[in-house]
């Protein structure tokens, strides 16, 4: 192939940032972003992302360091996840639901030049901040979102629109290098173990964004409602998918079904994402309230699936519900399965609840996904029942934990990313999730799902919430405990829910049992006193 190269007019390093530069100029005058009364064009989101990145150089944010957010899913977080990264630096969206030491505590991790506060969540970070100079670590530079209502500032803090107003529109954005470099830092959720640093990088950023349009079949100029938290994996991308296609971002400070509903309705929304609790909300809505929504809509949500009734009843509403699986370190969910109602046999619930079970086809830019033993690195076989570890590999997994270099290693060992779950290859391929293995229950030698038991107990009419852990017991090792919580103005004791799970299917009970390694008789060995309205009960 002589006379052929690289150079800079056939190679550019890959980044999100393109899409906003090529989104203001090809939907220029297009909605952007919707908010309340306040709506801005790709035009003006670029200029203000552009001053943003030029203010952060103002006020001393270098290329490759760090701004963190404390926010809620407002314009001014969506502008961050452009304005950081053309200014070079790097972004990390914290978990709102951070308490003071753990806020203050990943701050330490972090080191963030500034970080970005909307005033909702000023006295969390204040109180940050004194824990911080207890230890006498010096706070970042805080850069306040102020509300409608005046807002008086603490110390040394910048109002955000005040910042943008240091900007210049001819700010020369600093592309990246090379697209390997970090943009963004996203924390795990702690659900196993203290919360992770994940970094993210440009390339894998970009791919994955238009993994995604692949993935739903995203056409030019969507409508996104902005439900699932920005601070989850960059909103799962969508936030840089939404500048691809030239689309509308809508908004939320606070989700509930009427709001949902009514924005669907009002702005005409295509799609919007986020845990299953998106589901039961929109379920809860009274029936004199039920109405179909005027448009297809596609819901994407990724964790433990509610009850099947749950999804046929946000499926009356004429959504088109997809469950996605995956990770922080995947940039999110990484399959994907649409809950098609021709999936569901007439009469069959039990079938319905199976298919719901199996994860989809991973995305176009996931190069593979395997169950392997994690000793030998050898597949499992197609069996349904030999359990392996569930790993991936590919163009759109993270660089690596942040100042973790040993935890980094070993989640990719062997050349695949070690998801830490468990799951069996079924006789067609598909993958079914068993557990993470740090939740799994080993029961007189056997591996005890909780995922499985907790979706059959989740199946009772009052349960809302159901979470199975395991339980020290001196002759079998551990035995499965489940605590549930009842639905508003529901009774029942932890019996009655034995006795429901004694009852249910044969089918069910059976992948139970193989995956429990324990009788069908008696899925739960613990019982309590009655369970009371709406708590939490050990049974």
């Known amino acids: 192939m002589e006379g052929c190269f690289k150079c800079d007019a056939n190679f550019v390093p890959l980044s999100p940032i393109s899409f906003l530069e090529r989104a203001a100029f090809v939907y220029e005058k297009s909605p952007s972003i919707v908010y309340d009364d306040v709506t801005y064009t790709w035009k003006e989101t670029h200029d203000r992302c552009v001053k943003l990145a030029s203010a952060l150089s103002v006020i001393g944010v270098n290329p490759k360091e760090v701004v963190a957010t404390f926010a809620p899913n407002t314009p001014a977080h969506y502008e961050l996840h452009f304005g950081v990264p053309m200014a070079g630096a790097i972004i990390s969206t914290l978990d709102t639901s951070l308490d003071p030491p753990t806020l203050a505590t990943t701050l330490q991790q972090l080191e963030p030049q500034a970080i970005v506060v909307d005033h909702q969540y000023i006295q969390t970070v204040t109180e940050a901040f004194k824990l911080l100079s207890f230890e006498k670590t010096t706070p970042p530079r805080l850069v306040l979102?102020?509300?409608?209502?005046?807002?008086?500032?603490?110390?040394?803090?910048?109002?955000?629109?005040?910042?943008?107003?240091?900007?210049?529109?001819?700010?020369?954005?600093?592309?990246?290098?090379d697209e390997c470099d970090p943009i963004s830092i996203n924390f795990t959720s702690g659900s196993t173990g203290k919360p992770k640093g994940v970094v993210y990088s440009h390339r894998s950023t970009y791919l994955n964004s238009l993994a995604v349009i692949f993935r739903y079949d995203m056409k030019k100029m969507p409508v996104f409602l902005w439900t699932v938290d920005m601070f989850r994996c960059n909103g799962w991308c969508f936030m840089w998918v939404m500048a691809a296609l030239g689309g509308t971002n809508v908004c939320l400070r606070e989700v509930t079904a009427e709001v949902i509903f009514n924005s669907v309705v009002t702005h005409k929304v295509t799609h919007l994402c986020g845990s299953p609790t998106i589901l039961d909300k929109i379920a809860s809505l009274k029936i004199d309230k039920q109405r179909m929504v005027p448009t297809r809509v596609d819901v994407i949500v990724a964790g433990s699936l509610p009850s099947s009734e749950v999804i046929m009843e946000v499926e009356k509403f004429g959504f088109d519900i997809h469950h996605g699986y995956g990770m922080t370190e995947a940039l999110g969910p990484m399959t994907d399965t649409l809950l098609r109602k021709s999936d569901q046999k007439e009469d069959d619930t039990n079938e319905h609840v199976k298919i719901r079970c199996r994860?989809?086809?991973h995305n176009i830019l996931m190069e593979d996904v395997d169950v392997r033993d994690p000793n030998t690195m050898t597949s499992v076989p197609y069996d349904g029942n030999t359990i392996g570890e569930i790993m991936f590999r590919g163009n759109i997994l993270m660089l690596g934990y942040l100042k973790d270099m040993e935890r980094t290693q070993n989640a990719f060992r062997g050349g695949w990313y070690?998801?830490?779950?468990?799951?069996?290859?079924n006789l067609n391929g598909d993958i079914t999730l068993i557990d993470r293995k740090?939740?799994?229950?080993?029961?007189?030698?056997?591996?005890?799902?909780?995922?499985?038991?907790?979706?059959?107990?989740?199946?009772?009419?009052?349960?809302?919430?159901?979470?199975?852990?395991?339980?020290?017991?001196?002759?079998?090792?551990?035995?499965?405990?489940?605590?549930?919580?009842?639905?508003d103005d529901c009774c029942l004791s932890s019996r009655g829910i034995i006795e429901f799970c004694q009852e249910k299917p044969e089918e069910l009970m059976l992948d139970l049992g193989s995956f429990c390694g324990c009788s069908p008789s008696s899925p739960l060995m613990l019982s309590t006193p009655d369970v009371g309205f709406g708590s939490f009960e050990e049974i």
């Open 145 to 177: 979102i102020t509300g409608k209502n005046p807002t008086v500032l603490p110390p040394n803090t910048l109002d955000y629109n005040y910042l943008l107003s240091l900007g210049k529109e001819d700010f020369k954005i600093i592309h990246p290098n």
């Open 359 to 361: 994860e989809g086809t």
């Open 418 to 425: 070690m998801t830490g779950d468990l799951g069996v290859r």
């Open 438 to 487: 740090l939740d799994s229950i080993v029961t007189n030698g056997e591996i005890v799902s909780t995922i499985e038991i907790e979706r059959v107990i989740r199946a009772h009419p009052f349960v809302k919430e159901v979470a199975v852990v395991g339980k020290p017991d001196n002759v079998l090792g551990e035995t499965p405990c489940a605590f549930v919580k009842l639905k």
